[in-house]
Structures are given as C-alpha cells and as structure tokens.
Nanobody, 124 residues
Framework: QVQLVESGGGSVQAGGSLRLSCEVS????????MGWFRQAPGKEREGVAI???????TYMDSVKGRFTISKDNAKNILSLQLNSLKPVDSAMYFC??????????????????WGQGTQVTVSS
C-alpha cells in the first residue's frame, strides 16, 4: 500500500516562503512520476510541478522561477520549495505519484497515489 504524507504548509504573507515535504512509503516498484498539485476552493486541481525518475522537471508557467521541486531518493522524500509567494498561490497542495506513466502528465487524472494535502495560505 503506497502512502504519501505531506507536511510543511502554513500561512505566510505575500513574498514569503514555505517548504512542503512528502514522505513516500509502501511501494514495491518504481514510482516513475511524482509531483505536486494544488486546488483552490471552486477551482480544478492543477499540476504545479512534476518530476520523473530521470530528474526531468515540468513546472506550471505561473510558478516558474519561484517554486523548486526536488526528490531525495535515499530518504523517499519529495519536496517543494515555494518562494516569492503570492495570494493566488493559496490552495490545498497535494503530493501525487504514479508508476504507470511513461511520460509524466500534469493532469491529475493520470495519478494513482495521493497524499491527504497540506494547506498553503498567502495573505496580501
């Protein structure tokens, strides 16, 4: 049973930073695609940053240059550094993983394993 547990969310003022972590456990095979998604109230879940097992990374346009995704394979931890936060970044952030994709999608429907989410709130 694959388990993903997020931590690190919180409330910050605009311009501030947060670091989200996702501890992954319980998988037998390679989780080729891992990433962070977010969902604000009344909006669809959107892919924020995706990393594949070869280290290729995709960011959504609005976070490029501000957010950084990284993966510690030894500790089985996926991280997301959020800098220069804006109120529009406020959302529930989810860690996700998938073993079936060959090319990692930013579509949340393609991901099988999900964490419970961690809230990020940015005030102006």
């Amino acid at each position: 049973q694959v388990q993903l547990v997020e931590s690190g969310g919180g409330s910050v003022q605009a311009g501030g930073s947060l670091r989200l972590s996702c501890e992954v456990s319980g998988y037998k095979y390679r989780l080729y695609c891992m990433g962070w998604f977010r969902q604000a109230p009344g909006k669809e879940r959107e892919g924020v940053a995706i990393i594949d097992n070869d280290g290729r990374i995709t960011y959504m346009d609005s976070v490029k240059g501000r957010f950084t995704i990284s993966k510690d394979n030894a500790k089985n931890i996926l991280s997301l550094q959020l800098n220069s936060l804006k109120p529009v970044d406020s959302a529930m952030y989810f860690c996700a993983a998938d073993a079936a994709q060959h090319y990692c999608s930013t579509n949340s429907d393609e991901y099988k394993y999900w964490g419970q989410g961690t809230q990020v709130t940015v005030s102006s």
